[in-house]
């Protein structure tokens, strides 16, 4: 019997990797991968080990039945399998999900955790996610869903109430949605909000604006995914500390 070993592959720089994950990608049999790593860490990784399992051209996606499946009977070929995500695998990553099948086929796994884009994209473009005078808690929420709909599990109205930094991955569809939720929810408009686009990678790219502007701001400045998105009081600090911010992709001044 093989091991699947759920692996982070973190923000998208390659030099992010964590040494476990980058020993597993260079050990490993094969490598179950979608788009989110990025291409410098696919690249790395020899064709003939690797296997997309994420959208491809078209519109057309591998379901995770198909995923969970193909870790199963690869595991059972006796074959050593990385299960490669974007950021950390257990923060919107379905990490969880493909956990537990594992667990109910009797798949030995191993989770490898890596650094989430939640926080490495907004460090990187000079934005703390908390602050002691400004932001004491930090919500992270999927942007995929639509707050006006009955069923969503995002409760913007108490996001909005609970104050602190709002992080909003894959959101960027979504923000005039979202936005206005929070604004309708109580949200002072004048809120500092910043969207970066491809954190950590090169072409990473950082706009920022109001709670009220920032839908203007992403259009103007043609902001698209991946992208995340910073609410809150924290969102100013990049324009107090960007003169002097030494990462190389941390964004233009």
């Known amino acids: 019997m093989g091991t699947v070993y759920l692996v982070g592959s973190g923000p998208g720089d390659p030099e992010l990797l964590t040494v476990k994950a980058k020993r597993l990608l260079e050990e490993a049999d094969v490598v179950l991968h979608d788009k989110l790593p990025g291409p410098e860490i696919l690249e790395s990784i020899p064709e003939e080990r690797r296997e997309d399992v994420g959208k491809r051209a078209g519109g057309e996606r591998t379901p995770q039945s198909a995923i969970n499946e193909r870790m199963v009977e690869l595991a059972r070929e006796g074959k050593e399998v990385v299960r490669l995500k974007g950021g950390d695998p257990f923060v919107f990553g379905r990490g969880g999900e493909e956990a537990e099948y594992l667990a109910a086929h009797e798949i030995p796994f191993e989770v490898v955790p890596g650094i989430t884009s939640a926080v490495a994209a907004p460090a990187v473009a000079g934005i703390p996610v908390t602050h002691r005078e400004a932001a004491s808690s930090v919500s992270v929420v999927t942007g995929h869903e639509d707050p006006t709909k009955a069923e969503s ?87 107090r500390v960007i003169e002097f911010l030494a990462n190389e992709s941390g964004g233009e001044p």
């Open 153 to 239: 599990a995002v409760d913007w109205e108490a996001l909005a109430a609970t104050g602190g930094t709002i992080v909003v991955l894959m959101g960027v569809g979504r923000l005039p949605d979202y936005t206005e939720a929070l604004r309708e929810a109580g949200l002072a408009p004048e809120t500092p909000v910043a969207l970066i686009e491809r954190g950590t990678r090169g072409g990473q790219r950082v706009a920022v604006g109001t709670l009220e502007t920032i839908v203007s701001v992403r259009d103007e400045a043609g902001i698209e995914p991946p992208a995340v998105t910073v609410i809150g009081e924290v969102a100013a600090t990049r324009e």
